[in-house]
T-cell receptor
Framework: NAGVTQTPKFQVLKTGQSMTLQCAQDMNHEYMSWYRQDPGMGLRLIHYSVGAGITDQGEVPNGYNVSRSTTEDFPLRLLSAAPSQTSVYFC????????????FGPGTRLTVT | AQSVAQPEDQVNVAEGNPLTVKCTYSVSGNPYLFWYVQYPNRGLQFLLKYITGDNLVKGSYGFEAEFNKSQTSFHLKKPSALVSDSALYFCAVRDGDNFNKFYFGSGTKLNVKP
């Protein structure tokens, strides 16, 4: 049971480039989410999904796209990278319901120059 | 608006002493509260949660948290700190209007000295 996996671990982009951060989970969780972590600001929710084909915006969605074609995968796309998107990105998943905690992936450290 | 505050950026405690990491929240409706721990270069790990019931919640690694509705607080505690408890701790709350959203505090770095 691998839990939540993320690739790549590190990435450097130039301003304007696009890329996709991959996230997968093998726990059959319906709920998946993406966060960014910035110093002194904790984690902020970018997008979330409550099942295949269903996504919605979080607190800081601008500049990011998501889709959910399968229960297992929830990729995050940066359409045109900006230096302000330099951050550590975490994917998480959980069972659906208020009682359940989230399981986090190891993170992707992204630098945009 | 929903929010979580962790008023201390850093907490220093000697090994063997009790520790407290503070968290206050603002949420509409009933609060659903969580504590997570992050070790360097790792993802967050779940410690404990308050959904309903007893105000004292016990979690992993000997940690516990006290829910206080009147003070809107959910402080993390441990009776005897270990050096290995040194990490970054985050408090989180579910959005009272949309349970699919979460808000995290800014984090508190716990330093436990031998």
């Amino acid at each position: 049971n691998a839990g939540v996996t993320q690739t790549p671990k590190f990435q450097v982009l130039k301003t304007g480039q696009s890329m996709t951060l991959q996230c997968a989970q093998d726990m059959n969780h319906e709920y998946m989410s993406w966060y960014r972590q910035d110093p002194g600001m904790g984690l902020r929710l970018i997008h979330y999904s409550v099942g295949a084909g269903i996504t919605d915006q979080g607190e800081v969605p601008n500049g990011y796209n998501v889709s959910r074609s399968t229960t297992e995968d929830f990729p995050l796309r940066l359409l045109s990278a900006a230096p302000s998107q330099t951050s550590v990105y975490f994917c998480a998943s959980s069972q659906t319901g208020i009682w359940y905690e989230q399981y986090f992936g190891p993170g992707t450290r992204l630098t945009v120059t | 608006a929903q929010s979580v505050a962790q008023p201390e950026d850093q907490v220093n405690v000697a090994e063997g002493n009790p520790l407290t990491v503070k968290c206050t929240y603002s949420v509409s409706g009933n609060p659903y509260l969580f504590w997570y721990v992050q070790y360097p270069n790792r993802g967050l790990q779940f410690l404990l949660k308050y959904i309903t019931g007893d105000n004292l919640v016990k979690g992993s690694y000997g940690f516990e948290a006290e829910f206080n509705k009147s003070q809107t607080s959910f402080h993390l505690k441990k009776p005897s700190a270990l050096v290995s408890d040194s990490a970054l701790y985050f408090c989180a709350v579910r959005d009272g209007d949309n349970f699919n959203k979460f808000y995290f505090g800014s984090g508190t770095k716990l330093n436990v000295k031998p």
